[in-house]
């Protein structure tokens, strides 16, 4: 079956960058795209991006331009989200999400990231 | 302020049947048949109920089914069940450079 696994809580400084795995299993990771959606405490979901794990390629939602790089390592099916300059409104919970089958929905989910920006 | 306009709660009493509306614009909604549905339960990732419009996943019960009319996509769940208590989110494609668009989400209560 389908797994998304992601890394744990993270706690940063106003500043800082956060880098926050996603480790794929039950599945070709090349296949699919892997986007990354954010929930900040109490609020709703917001599109983040995603990566094309099989050429590397990248979409950035506008509002992250410049603060967000994707990247992964094919050889261990794992995506990777950095965030920097970080702010106190970038605490959130952090998900990867795979499309269901070839489309614009978010068929698979990771369990979620909690990163915490707090002085 | 979210780009697709969802009610912020709906309720309603087991076995009846609830509607959630989702109003996006000519550019989103109207635009493709790209809406996908999504139910959050706290402290939980959200999961998938409806793509694509009508399009259920396996493992989805039947009771849970989506619609569309111009750029007013809607969530209809049938006899209600006290589990169907969650937080709603519609989602829709919105063209290559936005992508996706979500909506701010629905409170079900099931009295």
């Known amino acids: 079956q389908v797994l998304l696994v992601q890394s744990g809580a993270e706690v940063k400084k106003p500043g800082a960058s956060v880098k926050v795995s996603c480790k794929a299993s039950?599945?070709?990771?090349?296949?699919?795209?892997m986007h990354w959606v954010r929930q900040a405490p109490g609020q709703g979901l917001e599109w983040m991006g995603w990566?094309?794990?099989?050429?590397?390629?990248?979409n950035y939602a506008q509002k992250f331009q410049g603060r967000v790089t994707m990247t992964r390592d094919t050889s261990i099916s794992t995506a990777y989200m950095e965030l920097s300059r970080l702010r106190s409104d970038d605490t959130a919970v952090y998900y990867c999400?795979?499309?269901?089958?070839?489309?614009?929905?978010?068929?698979?989910w990771g369990q979620g990231t909690l990163v915490t920006v707090s002085s | 302020q979210s780009a697709l306009t969802q009610p912020a709660s709906v309720s309603g009493s087991p076995g009846q049947s609830i509607t959630i509306s989702c109003t996006g614009t000519?550019?989103?909604?109207?635009?493709?048949?790209?809406v996908s549905w999504y139910q959050q339960h706290p402290g939980k990732a959200p999961k998938l109920m409806i793509y694509?419009?009508?399009k259920r996943p396996s493992g989805v019960s039947n009771r849970f089914s989506g619609s569309k009319s111009g750029n007013t996509a809607s969530l209809t769940i049938s006899g209600l069940q006290a589990e169907d208590e969650a937080d709603y989110y519609c989602?829709?494609?919105?063209?290559?450079?936005?992508?996706?668009?979500f909506g701010g989400g629905t409170k079900l209560t099931v009295l």
């Open positions: 999400a795979r499309e269901l089958v070839v489309g614009d929905d978010f068929g698979y």
């Open positions: 039950g599945y070709t990771f090349t296949d699919h795209y």
């Open positions: 990566i094309n794990p099989n050429s590397g390629g990248t």
């Open positions: 000519s550019s989103d909604i109207g635009s493709f048949n790209l």
């Open positions: 694509e419009v009508v």
């Open positions: 989602c829709s494609y919105a063209g290559s450079i936005t992508y996706v668009v």
